[in-house]
């Protein structure tokens, strides 16, 4: 069966990771309302179709850990996670406005405005048809929130990571420096590794390959895109075994 050819969703349950960048749009910092509403819309629109929606955010929009010069790497870190908290607040607001059911949850205790992250709690939210949104990082210094997702989606057994970025695929070589990049469809994860390719850190590739989960990055700017991923419509780059 061709499955560009039907509205099904080819998966029961997706991590979808959104970096603090995409969110903050043009500006590059704080949020772009419009960009909220929008991801929205279409968490909104995939979770109707059946598809247990679990979200983790970046913080970049507000502070990246290596933006601390000079700073205590843990402590650049712990900033960088409380910034991701900011932006599932942010999430979840622009979510419940339009009627979805949503839990934040937490890798540090923050009880008055999230849940702590708990596992099995995380997946019965899901099973209810609420869309989770993962924060705080991993709750350590020194681990990405790509680290993250690929940690989450292994934790909560989701059959993919829809890596949504303000590039639309992944390339051979950096396409703002290169004009001859090329786009490539389909990609191991051992390829990504050995060729230094700037999809996701090592250490969440690793973790994805290791667990066999498939990593489906894409452009954020183009509507439409996060729920043509959940159909199986070829867009972007696929990252898997083959």
Same mark, same amino acid.
């Given at each position: 069966?061709?499955?560009?050819?039907?509205?099904?969703?080819?998966?029961?349950?997706?991590?979808?990771?959104?970096?603090?960048?995409?969110?903050? @749009? %043009?500006? &590059?910092? $704080?949020? #772009?309302?419009?960009?909220?509403?929008?991801?929205?819309?279409?968490?909104?629109? *995939? +979770?109707?179709?059946?598809?247990?929606?679990?979200?983790?955010?970046?913080?970049?929009?507000?502070?990246? @850990? %290596?933006? &601390?010069? $000079?700073? #205590?790497?843990?402590?650049?870190?712990?900033?960088?996670?409380?910034?991701?908290? *900011? +932006?599932?607040?942010?999430?979840?607001?622009?979510?419940?406005?339009?009627?979805?059911?949503?839990?934040?949850?937490?890798?540090?205790?923050?009880?008055?405005?999230?849940?702590?992250?708990?596992?099995?709690?995380?997946?019965?939210?899901?099973?209810?048809?609420?869309?989770?949104?993962?924060?705080?990082?991993?709750?350590?210094?020194?681990?990405?929130?790509?680290?993250?997702?690929?940690?989450?989606?292994?934790?909560?057994?989701?059959?993919?990571?829809?890596?949504?970025?303000?590039?639309?695929?992944?390339?051979?070589?950096?396409?703002?420096?290169?004009?001859?990049?090329?786009?490539?469809?389909?990609?191991?994860?051992?390829?990504?590794?050995?060729?230094?390719?700037?999809?996701?850190?090592?250490?969440?590739?690793?973790?994805?390959?290791?667990?066999?989960?498939?990593?489906?990055?894409?452009?954020?700017?183009?509507?439409?895109?996060?729920?043509?991923?959940?159909?199986?419509?070829?867009?972007?780059?696929?990252?898997?075994?083959?």
């Amino acid at each position: 069966m061709n499955v560009e050819n039907t509205n099904k969703p080819i998966y029961n349950r997706v991590v979808l990771k959104l970096s603090g960048e995409a969110l903050a @749009g %043009r500006a &590059g910092h $704080g949020f #772009d309302y419009d960009i909220l509403n929008d991801i929205s819309d279409e968490v909104i629109e *995939i +979770n109707n179709l059946g598809v247990q929606v679990a979200i983790v955010v970046g913080g970049g929009n507000i502070w990246r @850990g %290596r933006s &601390g010069v $000079g700073m #205590d790497r843990s402590t650049a870190d712990y900033m960088g996670m409380l910034a991701t908290v *900011i +932006n599932a607040l942010a999430m979840q607001d622009a979510l419940e406005k339009k009627g979805m059911q949503t839990r934040v949850q937490t890798a540090i205790e923050m009880r008055e405005v999230a849940e702590p992250y708990i596992r099995r709690r995380a997946i019965r939210h899901l099973e209810k048809g609420r869309v989770v949104i993962f924060a705080g990082g991993t709750g350590n210094p020194f681990f990405s929130t790509d680290t993250t997702a690929a940690l989450r989606a292994a934790e909560i057994e989701a059959e993919v990571i829809l890596l949504a970025k303000n590039i639309d695929a992944v390339y051979n070589d950096d396409p703002n420096k290169n004009p001859n990049a090329k786009k490539l469809d389909r990609i191991r994860y051992i390829e990504v590794i050995n060729r230094g390719l700037a999809v996701m850190d090592t250490t969440a590739i690793t973790l994805c390959m290791e667990n066999k989960i498939p990593i489906q990055v894409f452009g954020l700017k183009k509507k439409g895109n996060i729920k043509a991923a959940v159909l199986g419509k070829r867009i972007g780059t696929v990252i898997k075994e083959e």
